[in-house]
Protein backbone atom coordinates (compact mmCIF):
# COMPACT_ATOMS: atom_id res chain seq x y z
CA UNK A 1 0.00 0.00 0.00
CA UNK A 2 1.41 3.53 -1.32
CA UNK A 3 0.71 5.74 1.52
CA UNK A 4 1.24 8.87 -0.96
CA UNK A 5 -2.21 7.25 -3.32
CA UNK A 6 -5.30 9.10 -2.76
CA UNK A 7 -8.61 7.21 -1.68
CA UNK A 8 -10.43 5.97 -3.99
CA UNK A 9 -14.22 6.26 -3.45
CA UNK A 10 -17.66 6.46 -5.27
CA UNK A 11 -18.79 9.65 -5.21
CA UNK A 12 -21.92 9.31 -6.82
CA UNK A 13 -25.52 10.24 -5.48
CA UNK A 14 -27.34 6.93 -4.86
CA UNK A 15 -30.74 7.81 -3.74
CA UNK A 16 -32.73 5.42 -2.14
CA UNK A 17 -36.13 4.92 -3.99
CA UNK A 18 -39.07 3.89 -1.88
CA UNK A 19 -42.37 4.37 -2.38
CA UNK A 20 -45.07 6.72 -0.91
CA UNK A 21 -46.93 6.50 2.57
CA UNK A 22 -49.95 5.96 0.23
CA UNK A 23 -49.13 2.79 -1.20
CA UNK A 24 -48.25 1.45 2.60
CA UNK A 25 -51.56 2.69 3.48
CA UNK A 26 -53.34 1.48 0.87
CA UNK A 27 -51.83 -2.06 0.96
CA UNK A 28 -53.26 -2.57 4.61
CA UNK A 29 -56.72 -1.10 4.27
CA UNK A 30 -57.39 -3.72 0.84
CA UNK A 31 -55.32 -6.18 3.27
CA UNK A 32 -57.92 -5.77 6.10
CA UNK A 33 -60.64 -5.59 3.50
CA UNK A 34 -59.90 -8.96 2.22
CA UNK A 35 -59.59 -10.64 5.55
CA UNK A 36 -62.70 -8.95 6.53
CA UNK A 37 -64.81 -10.44 3.72
CA UNK A 38 -62.61 -13.24 3.44
CA UNK A 39 -63.56 -14.41 7.05
CA UNK A 40 -67.52 -13.12 6.80
CA UNK A 41 -67.73 -15.70 3.65
CA UNK A 42 -66.09 -18.48 5.52
CA UNK A 43 -68.43 -18.04 8.41
CA UNK A 44 -71.20 -18.21 6.33
CA UNK A 45 -70.56 -21.19 4.39
CA UNK A 46 -72.53 -19.91 0.93
CA UNK A 47 -69.13 -20.09 -1.14
CA UNK A 48 -69.35 -21.32 -4.61
CA UNK A 49 -66.53 -22.20 -6.63
CA UNK A 50 -65.53 -18.23 -7.66
CA UNK A 51 -65.64 -17.80 -4.42
CA UNK A 52 -62.56 -19.49 -3.75
CA UNK A 53 -60.87 -18.75 -7.18
CA UNK A 54 -61.57 -14.89 -6.44
CA UNK A 55 -59.92 -15.27 -2.96
CA UNK A 56 -56.69 -17.10 -4.28
CA UNK A 57 -56.27 -14.51 -7.29
CA UNK A 58 -56.77 -12.00 -4.74
CA UNK A 59 -54.12 -12.82 -2.40
CA UNK A 60 -51.51 -13.26 -5.09
CA UNK A 61 -52.45 -9.87 -6.25
CA UNK A 62 -52.08 -8.77 -2.48
CA UNK A 63 -48.40 -10.19 -2.14
CA UNK A 64 -47.68 -8.33 -5.71
CA UNK A 65 -49.04 -5.01 -3.72
CA UNK A 66 -46.94 -6.11 -1.03
CA UNK A 67 -43.39 -6.27 -3.11
CA UNK A 68 -44.52 -2.76 -4.67
CA UNK A 69 -45.31 -0.44 -1.74
CA UNK A 70 -42.69 -1.62 0.33
CA UNK A 71 -40.35 -2.46 -2.59
CA UNK A 72 -39.45 -6.23 -1.93
CA UNK A 73 -38.53 -8.25 -4.47
CA UNK A 74 -41.16 -11.37 -4.63
CA UNK A 75 -41.00 -13.58 -7.53
CA UNK A 76 -39.71 -12.12 -11.30
CA UNK A 77 -40.75 -8.84 -12.73
CA UNK A 78 -41.85 -11.62 -16.31
CA UNK A 79 -44.63 -13.26 -13.42
CA UNK A 80 -45.96 -9.84 -12.36
CA UNK A 81 -46.65 -9.25 -16.23
CA UNK A 82 -48.36 -12.15 -17.12
CA UNK A 83 -50.18 -12.00 -13.30
CA UNK A 84 -51.41 -8.85 -14.33
CA UNK A 85 -52.96 -9.88 -17.37
CA UNK A 86 -54.28 -12.74 -15.27
CA UNK A 87 -55.92 -10.87 -12.39
CA UNK A 88 -57.81 -8.91 -14.64
CA UNK A 89 -59.54 -11.39 -16.88
CA UNK A 90 -60.18 -13.30 -14.09
CA UNK A 91 -61.72 -10.72 -12.12
CA UNK A 92 -63.97 -10.24 -15.47
CA UNK A 93 -64.75 -13.34 -15.55
CA UNK A 94 -65.42 -14.08 -11.81
CA UNK A 95 -67.61 -10.68 -11.42
CA UNK A 96 -69.94 -11.65 -14.42
CA UNK A 97 -70.32 -14.82 -13.53
CA UNK A 98 -71.03 -14.52 -9.61
CA UNK A 99 -73.92 -11.33 -10.70
CA UNK A 100 -75.58 -14.15 -12.79
CA UNK A 101 -75.25 -17.29 -10.66
CA UNK A 102 -76.45 -14.45 -7.71
CA UNK A 103 -79.07 -12.72 -9.36
CA UNK A 104 -82.11 -12.34 -7.44
CA UNK A 105 -85.58 -11.13 -8.98
CA UNK A 106 -86.50 -8.64 -6.72
CA UNK A 107 -83.03 -6.67 -7.23
CA UNK A 108 -83.08 -4.86 -10.90
CA UNK A 109 -79.25 -6.84 -12.21
CA UNK A 110 -78.32 -4.12 -14.56
CA UNK A 111 -78.14 -1.47 -11.27
CA UNK A 112 -76.71 -3.81 -8.49
CA UNK A 113 -74.17 -4.68 -11.80
CA UNK A 114 -73.37 -1.45 -12.61
CA UNK A 115 -72.96 -0.27 -8.36
CA UNK A 116 -71.09 -3.53 -7.63
CA UNK A 117 -68.55 -2.88 -10.56
CA UNK A 118 -68.52 0.70 -10.36
CA UNK A 119 -67.39 0.28 -6.64
CA UNK A 120 -64.82 -3.10 -7.58
CA UNK A 121 -63.32 -0.90 -9.87
CA UNK A 122 -62.94 2.34 -7.43
CA UNK A 123 -61.20 0.01 -4.99
CA UNK A 124 -59.05 -2.76 -7.51
CA UNK A 125 -57.76 0.14 -9.75
CA UNK A 126 -54.64 1.06 -7.41
CA UNK A 127 -53.95 -3.01 -7.38
CA UNK A 128 -53.98 -3.45 -11.17
CA UNK A 129 -51.51 -0.16 -11.27
CA UNK A 130 -49.39 -1.18 -8.86
CA UNK A 131 -49.16 -4.81 -10.69
CA UNK A 132 -48.29 -3.41 -14.12
CA UNK A 133 -45.75 -1.08 -12.51
CA UNK A 134 -44.21 -3.74 -10.63
CA UNK A 135 -44.45 -5.94 -13.67
CA UNK A 136 -43.28 -3.58 -15.84
CA UNK A 137 -41.69 -0.04 -15.31
CA UNK A 138 -41.09 -0.14 -11.78
CA UNK A 139 -37.14 -0.35 -11.14
CA UNK A 140 -37.25 0.08 -7.66
CA UNK A 141 -36.65 -3.26 -6.46
CA UNK A 142 -35.24 -5.12 -9.20
CA UNK A 143 -32.78 -2.18 -10.20
CA UNK A 144 -29.93 -3.88 -8.66
CA UNK A 145 -30.68 -7.55 -9.67
CA UNK A 146 -28.91 -9.69 -11.40
CA UNK A 147 -29.32 -10.57 -15.33
CA UNK A 148 -30.77 -13.40 -13.96
CA UNK A 149 -33.97 -11.90 -13.36
CA UNK A 150 -36.19 -10.82 -16.65
CA UNK A 151 -36.34 -6.80 -16.55
Known amino acids: MDPYRPPKADLEYHAVETRSVWWKVYF ?7 AVTSF ?22 LLGVFGFAFCKRIASPRFWRAYFYVLLLTDIVLTYVGFVDGSSESIPL ?8 SVALLLYLPI ?22 DQ
Open 128 to 149: YFALYMYGSQSRIPWAESDATL
Open 110 to 117: DAVFFVAV
Open 40 to 61: WDLVEWNLAWYDYVGTATMLIA
Open 28 to 34: LVILVLT
